[in-house]
């Protein structure tokens, strides 16, 4: 099972998680011609990509999705709260490419689960992408979760012991408040229905994290209120500072580019 960011952040988002030859996309919040560019990158195929699932409706998650659904004719999973909100944003999607679903749906042979994040969008959800059980081979999971004000229950009880993470680490408090937003935007990232703090986000990652856990990667980064470097270094301070600080000094952490693709991240069985 392998995993990877094709883009990251409020300029667009997509995340490529499969086994083998195939793969689905959560969210396409960059165009489809960026998307194929970024695929290209790292020598994956585009014929591949056997659907999109998407996690919320804002423009950097869902740019691209109509135009890449129609041109790889793949179908689009979405829970029917959200086609509501963005059909008529994606354009002509054919009725076999609609898939209306609820929390749990399987997609490239991958198992996944929804469950519900706090944004201000009409719906918002992270994910739980999963290998089926197979005969002598042991359990995978990545836990993708961006888009959430605060860490809810679900988050804790979704992404615990999780194989490895795709995690927001939207903005840096001090950065923020010192920042040029104005005084509304900025409550409206630190509020329960905005972004994650890197330290919010590090204290989330304590509870997650397990003996299992092979890689974490940190996404979704602000680019005027955050960079990877004060993400990155705040994220570590607070796992080397824990109590497990032992079992995290090994862990692999990095942040995922913004307009580029990240390596292709393989985990072991």
Same mark, same amino acid.
């Given at each position: 099972?392998?995993?990877?960011?094709?883009? $990251?952040?409020?300029?667009?988002?997509? %995340?490529?998680?499969?086994?083998?030859?195939?793969?689905?996309? #959560? &969210?396409?919040?960059?165009?489809?011609?960026?998307?194929?560019?970024?695929?290209?990158?790292?020598?994956?195929?585009? $014929?591949?990509?056997?659907?999109?699932?998407?996690?919320?409706?804002? #423009?950097?998650?869902?740019?691209?999705?109509?135009?890449?659904?129609?041109?790889?004719?793949?179908?689009?999973?979405?829970?029917?709260?959200?086609?509501?909100?963005?059909?008529?944003?994606?354009?002509?999607?054919?009725?076999?490419?609609? %898939?209306?679903?609820?929390?749990?749906?399987?997609?490239?042979?991958?198992?996944?689960?929804?469950?519900?994040?706090?944004?201000?969008?009409?719906?918002?959800?992270?994910?739980?992408?999963?290998? +089926?059980?197979?005969?002598?081979?042991?359990?995978?999971?990545?836990?993708?979760?961006? &888009?959430?004000?605060?860490?809810?229950? !679900?988050?804790?009880?979704?992404?615990?012991?999780?194989?490895?993470?795709?995690? !927001?680490?939207?903005? &840096?408090?001090?950065?923020? *408040?010192?920042?040029?937003?104005?005084?509304?935007?900025?409550?409206?990232?630190?509020?329960?229905?905005?972004?994650?703090?890197?330290?919010?986000?590090?204290?989330?990652?304590?509870?997650?994290?397990?003996?299992?856990? *092979?890689?974490? #990667?940190?996404?979704?980064?602000?680019?005027?209120?955050?960079? +990877?470097?004060?993400?990155?270094?705040?994220?570590?301070?607070?796992?080397?500072?824990?109590?497990?600080?032992?079992?995290?000094?090994?862990?692999?952490?990095?942040?995922?580019?913004?307009?580029?693709?990240?390596?292709?991240?393989?985990?072991?069985?």
């Amino acid at each position: 099972m392998h995993f990877t960011t094709l883009a $990251s952040g409020s300029s667009g988002n997509a %995340i490529l998680v499969g086994e083998n030859n195939r793969h689905l996309l #959560v &969210d396409c919040g960059i165009s489809g011609k960026s998307l194929l560019h970024n695929l290209s990158q790292i020598h994956l195929s585009c $014929s591949d990509i056997e659907g999109i699932v998407v996690t919320h409706e804002h #423009v950097d998650h869902i740019r691209g999705v109509g135009i890449l659904a129609r041109k790889l004719k793949i179908p689009i999973y979405a829970t029917a709260g959200l086609w509501n909100v963005m059909s008529h944003f994606l354009g002509k999607i054919e009725e076999g490419q609609r %898939i209306e679903v609820q929390e749990s749906f399987s997609c490239a042979g991958m198992d996944v689960l929804l469950y519900p994040t706090s944004h201000d969008s009409r719906e918002s959800y992270g994910l739980k992408v999963s290998r +089926p059980k197979q005969k002598n081979k042991r359990d995978l999971a990545v836990g993708i979760a961006t &888009d959430s004000g605060m860490i809810t229950e !679900e988050m804790h009880r979704h992404l615990q012991g999780c194989d490895a993470f795709v995690v !927001e680490a939207n903005y &840096d408090d001090e950065r923020l *408040q010192n920042g040029p937003y104005p005084a509304y935007l900025k409550r409206r990232i630190r509020g329960k229905y905005g972004h994650l703090e890197n330290k919010q986000l590090a204290e989330g990652l304590l509870e997650w994290i397990k003996e299992n856990t *092979q890689r974490v #990667v940190l996404a979704h980064l602000s680019q005027e209120n955050n960079t +990877p470097e004060i993400a990155l270094a705040t994220v570590l301070r607070i796992l080397q500072d824990s109590k497990r600080s032992k079992e995290y000094s090994k862990l692999p952490v990095d942040v995922a580019p913004r307009h580029s693709p990240h390596e292709l991240i393989r985990l072991m069985e």
